[in-house]
């Protein structure tokens, strides 16, 4: 029992410090807003019955805190983004209809992004399908959430993680009907059997990105957002399995994996140029290979000397 007691006031102590730490690293106003948009229910008083109701919170308004703390804007006030009108609770209903702010309304014309090259990244997008279909309703947030967004592309150790964070922002769209349909008039895409020309799907899903093939690539881009067609989409083995990749001007072009390949262990190098995933040139197994065949031929020539000798 004394065990047991320990046990269960070191427990409050882990939680309400962890409470404390994530509490500490958010403004005020975003605090107040959690209090409901971090939990799965909300009361409000109810003027017409005079009485404290608790309901349901919408589950596409609830924010995990621990998300959006590690994302980019974690910092951010709720407001720098909302409308300040919500500081009125319960809110009004026309707030709904605020139209959201996208990436360019805030990084674009500034210095301090240059680098990211917004400008050029919405003009890509605006060649894009997505935005020939739906226009101005196809925002950024369509693919990016901006309450979690993290620079996965510039700050991964691993292909995989690219790939994987990638891949899923696609899926969440064209894997989830209720989503799709959203921005679309059809049902959603039955993934399967639009790809049931592609050989080894899941091993392919896994390894590279969905706009490694469904985009028009740009080097000078960190990430291409001119999603072609589907019509266009590269149906190409030789485009990825060759020397001349296409993936080393996409995928494989970060300058992290980049030095990981030439300087790093030799698994990371297996990792970034597997000939599965794309480069089959892998500079070190390039080397060991005509280190193995010239040995060889060195082998069989010594091999002849000394019969030739033996003979004599």
Partial sequence: MRYFKL???FSFIVLFSGEEAIGST???????CLKCHANQTY????????????????PFYIIDTTLFISGVHGGFKCFDCHSSDYETY?????????????????????????????ERIEEEFQKSVHYEMAGEAFSCSKCHNQHYYTPVTRTSHT??????????????????????????AGQGP???????????????????????????????????HNIMNKSEALRDCNGCHSSNSLLKAS??????????????????VFTNEAYIIGANQNPLMKLFSLLLIGFTVLGIAAHWVLRVLKKK
């Fill in 43 to 58: 009361s409000y008083y109810n003027d017409w019955i005079e009485a404290e109701q608790k309901r349901m919170m919408n």
């Fill in 7 to 9: 046990l269960l006031i």
């Fill in 159 to 184: 292909v995989g993680a690219i790939v994987s964070y990638s891949n899923d922002m696609c899926l969440s769209c064209h894997d989830n009907t209720l989503k799709y349909q959203t921005v679309s």
């Fill in 251 to 268: 995928l494989y072009k970060y300058e992290n994996l980049q030095s990981r390949a030439s300087d790093g262990s030799l698994g990371s």
């Fill in 90 to 118: 319960p809110h009004e209903a026309e707030l709904k209809l605020e139209p959201l702010s996208t990436c360019i309304d805030c990084h674009g014309g500034d210095d301090t992004y240059a680098d990211f090259q917004f």
């Fill in 26 to 32: 958010l403004p005020e106003e975003s605090r107040q």
């Fill in 190 to 224: 039955q993934l399967k059997q639009v790809h049931d020309w592609l050989p080894s799907q899941e091993r392919h899903f896994k390894s590279v990105r969905c706009i490694d093939c469904h985009t028009v690539v740009i080097d000078s881009l960190m990430v291409s």
